[in-house]
């Protein structure tokens, strides 16, 4: 994936700004950054979801703004904070969204049974979409992004709510996704996971890219989360809140 003068403006507020990130096919990419950096306006323009003023993004070299529908045959996308059916099951919103990407019902079907099955959302496969936690509606996304084998991945925090076992489980899957060369783009806060499972690492800050490039190159031979302090000017961590004393009695 290729992402190339990416610009996004909200009014007067610039989100992101002369973006640009070559991804290599069957890497594993992490992005990371403080809250409100842009790594969700990023995500969203890289993928169909949300138009850029300018900029492109190119998925095996097609134009994903000009040529969605063939872009989007490669994509599999977890927004942040997604809006699903609701009014589905867990099950018939995964079948739903293979059969409008034109899968045949018999695949569909075994697909969507293996993916609950992994994602450990069996039993709650006839529940309401509605009804689930934000673990399992996190879960479920992930499954629609799945469904039809897509050769990229992005995901925007998929791990958020996720109880550990899944995320365990979450995160093999993810690797093997990438053995069978595929390639996944994730962003995360979570520095430790994202040192464990990524190849890559692009490190935003106030709308740009302030570092990219292999886990070794970025981190520079010291703990991503020291680094990554570094990189965004993060403030002392002991900075506190004088009045936060629980008083007693
Ligand atoms: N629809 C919108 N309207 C107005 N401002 C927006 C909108 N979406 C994002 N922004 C602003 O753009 C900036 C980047 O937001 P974005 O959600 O991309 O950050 P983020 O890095 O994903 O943050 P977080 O880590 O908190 O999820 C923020 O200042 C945010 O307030």
């Given amino acids: 994936m290729r992402l190339w003068g990416l610009y996004k ?12 990130l070559d991804i290599p096919a069957g890497s594993f990419y992490g992005v990371v950054g ?24 190119y998925v095996h070299g097609v134009d994903v703004w000009a040529e969605p529908a063939r872009a989007k045959r490669e994509l599999g996308v977890l927004p942040d904070g997604m809006r699903l059916f609701d009014r589905l099951s867990g099950a018939e919103l995964v079948t739903y969204s293979g059969l409008l990407r034109g899968m045949a019902r018999d695949v569909v079907d075994t697909r969507t049974a293996e993916l609950l099955a992994v994602l450990g959302l069996t039993e709650d496969a006839g529940k309401l ?22 050769s990229v991945l992005v995901l925007d925090e998929p791990f958020e709510s996720v109880d550990p076992v899944s995320a365990a489980h979450i995160r093999s899957l993810l690797q093997d996704f990438v053995a069978g060369g595929g390639t ?7 520095m430790d996971l994202v040192q464990r499972l990524c190849s890559h690492v692009a490190v935003m800050n106030t709308g740009r890219v302030v570092a990219a490039g292999t886990l070794a190159e970025v981190s520079a031979g010291e703990d991503l989360e020291r680094r990554f302090a570094q990189l965004v000017g993060a403030t002392d961590v002991h900075e506190t809140v004088s009045w936060l004393r629980p008083s007693r009695g």
């Fill in 129 to 150: 979409v509605a009804d689930y936690s934000a673990g399992m509606t996190k879960k479920i996304g992930l499954a629609t992004a799945l469904v039809h084998a897509p």
């Fill in 9 to 20: 403006r909200f009014g007067t507020k610039v989100a992101v700004e002369q973006f640009a």
């Fill in 34 to 57: 403080p809250n409100g950096a842009g790594k969700t306006t990023t995500l969203s323009m890289a993928t169909g979801l949300l138009r850029p003023d300018t900029g492109s993004a």
């Fill in 184 to 190: 996944v783009i994730l962003s995360s806060h979570v």
